[in-house]
């Protein structure tokens, strides 16, 4: 109850910011930067009441958020949630921050875990395989040197380092708004009252539809070299403009990615084809200039072959039609189709759609100078580099359909990486044509598991007229001797009928072969076996004809005493005491003897 009166008078005290509380009215994407001068001043928190029906948000999420509020914690959705939900886009996962330590959490949730190095974070699992990011708010960091705003962004020796490695200090949720970022990712959902929190103005931008770092870009660009990608990135996929004074500090500043982790760069270039605009993205970092610095490796081959980017650009469009579709696009994928612009004419693919066959080629030294010093500094995992490698080598091998053999064709599909390959062969032949479209619709007939019809020859009397017929296997029998003769001419003819396979079948045994037993029989084979011996007036105990070991004849007890009576089974014990070994004693021993 208490709380609730603390809640209600703040909220009171912040009556005058609810004239702003107007609902978000999105303006057409401006094609040029628009420079908005920030608020020279912060004046604390804005609070909008602008409920989101709860049908649009996770209900573990918000079963998370109202449990904390009942430990007294506060707790709000924060980040891209918030962001997607106010410009009518369906969020990826909700993330969760709140004043409670990592340990707080684990204590109010059994299903949770904590996790990470650098900053800890809470984890909290559901049955169906969600996980809900609950992390703790943080506090902004203080780092910057005055000198550094007083010198235009230099400290004293021309250079200074503002790169982030370590922030660990927990703060209150003003400063966890402020360190963020961007302001459209600055945003706080109170689950309880319905209210956007906005710390740094980013309703206004997300009304604009800008990309605006919190504070000054080249200091923020700077401390994280990845928020240049993440500034592409969401540009890309909101259909934002980046603001002018971000932009111009990004320009200034793309020379620091590689100061960043080599594994967030390599995360970052995989959000980028699996947020849906691939295209959209790899066109902005082409424009900034920013794709030469994130694959210096491949730069220099897309300037040599700039005719073929075009091919790049469909398979980026390939990779957002199969997000859109519910699909994954795996990182080999990815690869593969960044180096294809680079290898298409070694691979057999021309620009005017003909393929052509290049058998004994070498795809692995091919893609080596290429592949290996990529994957070497962004850490890409041998599965994936595998991945990359297996879908070029497909490639090779399935252009043209008419040199491939029938025994490779169901190869080629059973393995891992056919269907990447196939998808990447429809989109080039959808924008190639030619004979990449004839092939890629061969290999779809095959991926069917429908018998692919031939593709047409390419002469009737050339080197390839025969190459679509199937090969025969040659009988064992002899060489070159077919079923129709010792030369086989009926079998190698065109118009002779495909050979029928007869299954050996063997007739029943109904006589006896001469030094083999008759047929089966029960009677002759139980009267096989070996026979009883019939011991007449034996002693009945023993029915396998044993003779009893007769005592000597000085020890025979006399007739009709006990000892005679207990005779059999005396003897049987002196049998098992004999066949004990004997225990050998040492010569020291007094009771040792020696004969």
């Known amino acids: 109850m208490l709380k609730r009166i603390r809640d209600l008078l703040s909220f009171g005290t912040r009556s005058r910011e609810l004239e702003d509380a107007a609902p978000l009215v999105t303006a057409p994407p401006s094609p040029e930067p628009i420079a908005v001068p920030a608020p020279p001043v912060h004046l604390g928190p804005r609070v909008v009441h602008q409920p989101i029906p709860e049908e649009d948000l996770d209900p573990d999420a918000v079963k998370i958020v109202r449990r904390l509020s009942r430990f007294d914690h506060t707790a709000y959705l924060v980040g891209g949630c918030v962001r997607d939900l106010l410009i009518g886009r369906r969020p990826k996962d909700f993330d969760i921050a709140t004043t409670a330590t990592p340990r707080q959490v684990r204590r109010a949730f059994s299903n949770c875990r904590i996790i990470g190095r650098r900053f800890r974070l809470a984890h909290v699992y559901f049955q169906n395989g969600k996980v809900i990011e609950v992390a703790t708010f943080r506090a902004r960091d203080v780092r910057e040197p005055e000198e550094f705003a007083e010198n ?134 082409h424009d900034t200039g920013v794709l030469e610095i994130l694959l210096p490796e491949l730069a220099p081959a897309y300037a040599e072959h700039r005719e073929r980017l075009p091919e790049l650009h469909a398979l980026l469009d390939a990779m957002d039609a199969r997000i859109a579709a519910g699909g994954e696009v795996e ?35 091919m893609v080596e100078p290429f592949l290996r010093p990529l994957s070497l500094r962004l850490r890409v995992s041998r599965r994936d580099q595998e991945h990359a490698r297996q879908i070029l080598l497909a490639l090779q091998r399935m252009v043209p359909a008419r040199q491939v053999r029938r025994s490779l064709v169901h190869a080629l599909v059973r393995r891992p990486a056919f269907a990447d390959a196939l998808a990447t062969l429809r989109c080039l032949g959808a924008h190639l044509g030619g004979e990449v479209a004839e092939t890629a619709a061969f290999w779809a007939e095959a991926a069917a598991g429908r018998e692919p019809a031939a593709p047409p020859q390419a002469s009737p009397g050339g080197a390839d007229a025969g190459a679509a017929e199937p090969r025969r296997r040659r009988r064992r029998g002899g060489r070159g001797r077919g079923r129709g003769g010792e030369t086989g001419g009926a079998e190698t003819s065109a118009e002779a009928a495909p050979p029928v396979r007869r299954e050996r079948v063997r007739p029943p045994r109904t006589e006896a072969r001469p030094g083999m037993p008759p047929p089966w029989d029960d009677n002759y084979f139980f009267a096989a076996l070996p026979t009883v011996p019939d011991l007449g007036d034996a002693d009945p105990g023993d029915r396998y004809g ?50």
């Open 152 to 285: 235009g962004g230099e400290g004293e020796d021309g250079d200074a380092d503002l790169l982030i490695r370590d922030d660990n200090v927990f703060g209150t949720p003003e400063e966890d708004a402020l360190r963020r970022d961007f302001t459209i990712n600055a945003l706080f959902y109170d689950v309880n009252s319905g209210n956007v929190i906005d710390h740094a103005d980013g309703l206004t931008d997300l009304r604009r539809k800008l990309v605006r770092t919190i504070g000054d870009p080249k200091v923020r660009f700077r401390e994280d070299p990845i928020r240049i990608l993440r500034a592409v990135k969401f540009a890309a996929r909101l259909g934002f403009t980046i603001e002018a004074e971000t932009r111009a500090a990004l320009l200034a500043t793309r020379a620091e990615i590689p100061k960043a982790a080599p594994p967030r760069i390599l995360e970052e270039i995989n959000r980028f084809c699996r947020g849906g605009a691939a295209r959209a993205s790899f066109d902005l970092l």
């Open 331 to 365: 990182t080999g994928w990815i690869l593969a189709a960044l180096l294809f612009p680079a290898l298409a004419e070694r691979l057999g693919f021309h620009a005017d759609g003909r393929v052509q066959g290049r058998r004994g080629l070498q795809v692995r030294e």
């Open 546 to 595: 044993a003779t009893t070991v007769a005592a000597p004849a000085e020890e025979a007890p006399a007739e009709g005493t006990a000892a005679q009576a207990d005779a059999p089974e005396n003897a049987g014990n002196r049998r098992r005491r004999r066949r004990r070994p004997r225990r050998r004693r040492p010569a020291g021993d007094p009771g040792h003897t020696t004969e």
